[in-house]
């Protein structure tokens, strides 16, 4: 009997082809609604390998109804929704897919931030509802970009990749992180700040920590009153890293100015979420990492995982260093 690998999500048939002269794949087929729970466990209980979404929660229930599982990769680089510290103690190796999604999501953060400074989403309504009936000086006039401060928040991967970007547009740039990058500030001029000097001085705050216990609700009213009136915060990272209901009156009261927001507390988000309802926001639905190509590298890196674990070999990005000892 070949081991079982269960997919949660429809991928394309070509990318699994390979995979399935060895395995016996099964693929969630449905695409406009996730793999419900109860399935996901049952499913969870027969297979030897997950190929899994942020969407999906990895927790002690599903794990441990594992009992032939091996291993879980997540079609993301965070994996905020795997206890990690369970997996290893089930002896079931994590992977996510680092490094591939790097630049996609950087020049997406980019776009975004460049979308909401320059306002083009609000142009491109404006033009499209028939409304551009004469020209003015000041017509849809945003913020510039260009030798302006950016204050990213994580100096990951995508942070530096980010901050890279930004010394096309000639910015000063400013970052947070637990530890001090030493690339980034000889490379790229960046400067090390604490989280109160970089919310003070950035015309640009941009987040791309991951989600943990401590960047949980790190955005509160609070600091949106810190930042300068004229700064648009931009979040790429996790929606829960933000309280929305202090950003929302942040953004109506214009303790600042604007936001681009890839990522959500709840995901989809509803759409009546008072943040929908703002012009001053660019609202994207978690698309950092979706390019055709960049899609196609990230399943390609799952099914890589998936096939060295099962094969008794080493994964390419492995999370828990310490699940088979
Ligand atoms: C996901 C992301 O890949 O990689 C991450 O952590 O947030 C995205 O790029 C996407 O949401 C699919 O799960």
Known sequence: MKPYVF????????????????????????????????????????????????????????????????????????????????????????????DVLTAATADLTFALLMATARRIVEGAEFIKAGQWKSWSPLLLAGHDIHHKTIGIVGMGGIGSAVAKRATGFEMEILYHNRSRKNDVEMELGATYCSFEQLIERSDFVVCLTPLTEETKN??????????????????????????EEDLYAALVDGDIAAA????????????????????????????????????????QLCLDNIDAILSGKEPKTLVNKEWNK
């Open 7 to 98: 997919i949660t999500r429809k991928l394309p048939d070509e990318a699994v082809e390979k995979l399935r002269a060895k395995y016996d794949v099964k693929m969630w087929e449905k695409e406009d609604v996730g793999v419900p729970r109860s399935i996901l466990l049952e499913e969870a209980g027969r297979a030897d390998a997950l190929l899994t979404m942020l969407s999906d929660q990895i927790d002690e229930e599903l794990l441990s109804a594992g009992t032939r599982l091996k291993v879980v990769t997540n079609l993301a680089v965070g994996y905020d929704n795997v206890d990690v510290e369970a997996a290893t103690k089930h002896g079931i190796a994590i992977c996510n897919t680092p």
């Open 218 to 243: 790190l955005f509160t009213r609070d600091v949106f009153r810190r930042m300068k009136k004229t700064a648009i915060f931009i979040n790429a990272s996790r929606g829960p890293v933000v309280n």
């Open 260 to 299: 681009g927001l890839d990522v959500f507390a709840k995901e989809p988000i509803d759409q009546t979420h008072p943040l929908l309802g703002l012009s001053n926001v660019v609202a994207i639905p978690h698309i950092g990492s979706a390019t055709v190509e960049t899609r196609l590298n990230m399943i």
